[in-house]
């Protein structure tokens, strides 16, 4: 968001076009006969490779993510190659057999050739977490084998998959061997902790297909990956933990135990909940023809306010805060106290980073723990309740990632974490703004996307619609709805009046008409979503400033709506 009219490139229906998402058909699951076997070997990709084939060098085995055990395929498109691994499989003829396979990623197929009969495939497009994608093929009456295989898309990100199965007669070749009972993992690391929960990690045990977390001799948790944090503990106190393999044959020992010790205090006791329904808003600390405030003006409706901007530093990922005399404190402890109040009265005030002047560049481990310590000195000094995550000029999902979970570990529990990424950034699950949204969900406050300064885009239905509409705004936020984020994380981003953005400026009533389509089912446009999202967060505009210049006319007519949502 710019110190002007946050003006953006603007992306027409051509390049959206490019971006295309899709909807995926998933099979039905058949019950395997008593005397079935999964015919494909390797199935969990324990021993690498083996027994696959991937085109141009395109597959790996990774250890995260996961579906079970402790490896998977990753498998990257690039250029004319979609990423294609395959694998023969012995098989009877005139024989049933059920395919199916766990993936995610970027968009993933699954199918079978060389059957006989009919060859089968089914697929689905990006997601964040795994899927289970199935479907069935019968051998003709002279097939003894049959290539099964996994493949992405040309252009698209990366797809993962794991626990392939091709259940039916056993064809001569066998199955894998019945597994045995997993070796203890080594012991767990210590991460973060609060007063009242503690963060662990530890190494993947092959042939694991989950764990048993231990507290002081007894089972906590069980968990399918190698963390978890166990909550519920007492402050300031000292606990010994343990961990187990576990997999369909058993239990292994126990791992070394290793002590964990709460935190006298919690993060930043003084963070407000933010309400299940929330208005953000921007407030901007520079003149630019809006009308100036002090954070005190700001409307009571908004739940978080967005302090614009943050100002980065010759050193990568580090930001500082100058506050500008345009905006009229006689005093940072003034600007300060402001902070204070509106937290007093419930509401949740973050740093906003980016922006026009704040490109902030995270793209090593030195960056993102440059980033972190920065912002959360930013919050100790100011008071912030969080970050907010505007950031215009590229970002690298794996380094942000890191800083955000390292701003987290210090903040605690209270961070309020927000993004307000462009519509181009979260048109898949492929680009680097959504894989981040997914991979901090567990500690992300809400997405609010700008549906301003944007082209025509996809929706979740693979049509294309422009900007301005109902459909423009429920249509997109279906990508994020049904792409991973919970409801509680979406936002609707757009500006408080046509002088806030180039372009994109909504009539109140079209923000009210499509939250009620996204949380009640009414008042849609010709774009209606399969379901209903209750607990849809909210909205969000650029800015408070030109909220106040309008007289509050946004405001006073979203908040209340937004408030009064299911």
């Not at 056993?170 to 609060?194: E, F, H, I, L």
């Not at 808003?281 to 023809?289: L, R, T, V």
């Not at 506050?323 to 005030?349: E, H, N, Q």
Request: charged letters at 10%.
């Amino acid at each position: 968001m710019d110190r002007t009219t946050r003006a953006r490139r603007w992306l027409g229906a051509g390049l959206a076009l490019a971006v295309g998402t899709g909807l995926g058909l998933i099979g039905t699951t058949d019950t395997a006969h008593a005397a079935d076997v999964n015919v494909a070997k390797n199935a969990g990709f324990e021993s690498g490779l083996a027994n696959w084939t991937c085109s141009a060098g395109s597959g790996a085995t990774v250890s995260s993510p996961v579906h079970g055990g402790a490896s998977a395929l990753k498998a990257t498109p690039a250029g004319q190659d979609n990423a294609k691994c395959t694998q023969t499989v012995s098989v009877q003829p005139n024989s049933t057999y059920t395919l199916s396979a766990w993936v995610q990623g970027g968009y993933a197929y699954l199918g079978a050739s060389g059957t006989g009969t009919n060859d089968v495939s089914t697929w689905t497009p990006g997601t964040g977490s795994w899927t289970r994608l199935s479907t069935s093929f019968t051998t003709g009456a002279s097939t003894t084998s049959v290539t099964v295989y996994t493949h992405g898309w040309y252009g698209q990100a990366a797809y993962y998959a794991d626990d392939v199965d091709v259940f039916g007669p056993d064809g001569g070749g066998g199955s894998d061997p019945d597994p045995v009972v997993p070796a203890a993992p080594g012991a767990p690391a210590v991460g973060a902790v609060t007063s009242s929960s503690v963060a662990l990690s530890w190494g993947a045990v092959s042939g694991a297909t989950g764990y048993n977390v231990y507290r002081d001799g007894a089972k906590v948790l069980s968990v399918s990956g190698g963390s978890a944090t166990v909550t519920g503990l007492a402050a300031n106190t000292s606990y010994q933990f343990q961990v187990t393999a576990t997999n369909s044959a058993g239990e292994s020992a126990k791992s070394a135990a290793v002590t964990g010790k709460t935190s006298s205090t919690g993060g930043n006791p003084g963070n407000p909940a933010v309400p299940k329904h929330a208005l953000t808003g921007y407030w901007q600390n520079f003149d630019n023809g809006a009308t100036v405030q002090k954070l005190r003006d700001v409307q009571a409706q908004y739940d978080i306010i967005a302090v614009s901007f943050a100002d980065s530093t010759a050193t990568p990922g580090q930001i500082t805060f100058t506050l500008d005399p345009a905006v009229g404190y006689a005093s940072v402890a003034d600007f300060k106290a402001d902070i204070t109040a509106k937290k007093s009265a419930g509401k949740s005030v973050v740093i906003s980073v980016g922006g026009e002047k704040g490109n902030v560049t995270i793209n090593s481990d030195a960056s993102a723990t440059a980033f972190a310590n920065s912002a959360y000195a930013l919050m100790q000094e100011y008071g912030f309740s969080g970050v907010d995550i505007d950031l215009e000029h590229g970002i690298n999902a794996t380094y942000l990632t890191k800083a955000l979970r390292q701003l987290s570990q210090k903040a605690g529990s209270s961070l309020v974490l927000t993004m307000a990424p462009q519509t181009i950034d979260m048109q898949n699950t492929g680009t680097e703004y959504f894989k981040t949204a997914l991979a901090v969900k567990d500690i992300l406050t809400v997405v609010n996307m700008q549906y301003y300064n944007s082209g025509s885009m996809l929706g979740c239905d693979g049509k294309v619609y422009s900007q301005g509409s109902v459909d423009f705004l429920t249509a997109l936020a279906c990508i994020q709805l049904e792409g991973g984020l919970d409801a509680s994380q979406v936002g609707l981003g757009v500006p408080a009046s046509t002088r806030g953005a180039g372009s994109g400026y909504v009539d109140p009533s079209i923000v009210k008409n499509a939250l009620d389509c996204l949380a009640r089912g009414t008042n849609c446009g010709s774009f209606k979503p399969a379901r209903t999202y209750p607990a849809l967060r909210g909205a969000m505009t650029w800015s408070t400033n030109w909220d106040a210049t309008a007289g509050n006319a946004w405001s006073n007519a979203v908040g209340p709506h937004v408030h009064n949502l299911p």
